[in-house]
């Protein structure tokens, strides 16, 4: 049995160690990029690179919403094909990675703001495995997702996600996968979905988020919607926004930001990512 399955590995390797873990925002955008070799997945492979070998790693995927904060606390979690209308190929790829009770656990009580609920159901969906399956593809490092309560507003998830900040120190790789610009009402295709293009107001929302993002401004990306007109379109429902918060919220002062994979497609979507750290 690989080392990262077993519990006395988490036992006896998860305390904290000397260096901090980088954090990711990825914007995942089409599920075709799991199986696709292209430049977003190539960014991947080579971001991952640069990054030490996670103990584990916790997802907040923009594609599980909950009514209330959940974690994924199954053993062998399912590999969910939430979508429809794209190759055979793309429904038969499995990632399956080993999930963790033992992280789930440490998670809810790591947070202590709210109750956290244990799921067993719901699995990896394609937010979380069409970026591993690249990042690593021997899926042997175990896996948990974290939901977003669509209930809560912007400071609710920022704030919960700094409790999450010592997850870092036990080497815990936390990704926040969504795309900072995700407007399907302005979707303009020119070519295939991956062509670069970007409608005024998307190309304006995806550089003021980098700014932002580079001064530390959490303040305006948590107001976001009060903040341009442009910003309010680039998420006019805020799921696949919310994941970015999450990793901003783990920033520390000192922490370097890098971006990858920095491009506008389809008018109205941005793969732009985030590295953290």
């Known amino acids: 049995m690989h080392a990262y399955n077993s519990f ?13 873990m980088p954090v990711l925002f990825i914007g995942h955008g089409n599920p075709m990029n799991a199986i696709e070799e292209n430049e977003f997945s190539q960014g991947w492979k080579k971001i991952v690179k640069e990054l030490p ?24 979690p399912s590999t969910i094909h939430d979508f429809r209308g794209f190759p055979q190929a793309l429904f038969d790829v499995q990632y399956p990675a080993p999930g963790s009770s033992w992280l789930a656990e440490e998670t809810k009580k790591t947070i202590q703001s709210i109750e956290v609920g244990m799921d067993f159901s ?25 939901s977003l309560d669509y209930m809560q507003g912007p400071e609710y998830h920022y704030n919960l996600a700094k409790e ?40 304006e929302a995806n550089e003021t988020f980098k700014k932002l993002i580079t001064k530390n401004d959490f303040k305006s990306l948590i107001n976001y919607r009060n903040y341009s007109k442009a910003l309010q379109l680039s998420a006019p429902t805020p799921e ?38």
């Open 53 to 76: 070998l996670p103990k584990a790693i916790l997802m907040i995927s923009a594609h599980w919403e909950t009514k209330g904060t959940l974690v994924t606390a199954m053993k062998k």
């Open 122 to 146: 719901w699995g990896f969906d394609h937010g979380n495995w069409s970026i591993l399956k690249n990042l690593y593809p021997d899926a042997s490092i175990p896996v948990i997702q974290l």
């Open 164 to 203: 999450l900040q010592s997850f870092r120190k036990k080497g815990i790789l936390i990704i926040g996968s969504g795309n900072m610009v995700h407007n399907f009402q302005h979707l303009e295709l020119k070519g295939d979905f991956n062509t670069h293009f970007g409608h005024d107001w998307a190309i």
């Open 240 to 277: 696949h926004y919310l994941p970015l918060l999450y990793s901003m919220a783990l920033r520390n002062e000192d922490d370097p930001i890098s971006f990858f994979n920095d491009a506008l497609l389809a008018g109205s979507f941005s793969m732009t990512s985030v590295k953290i750290g």
């Open 8 to 20: 006395k590995y988490f036992t006896d390797h998860l305390g904290e160690q000397d260096i901090s």
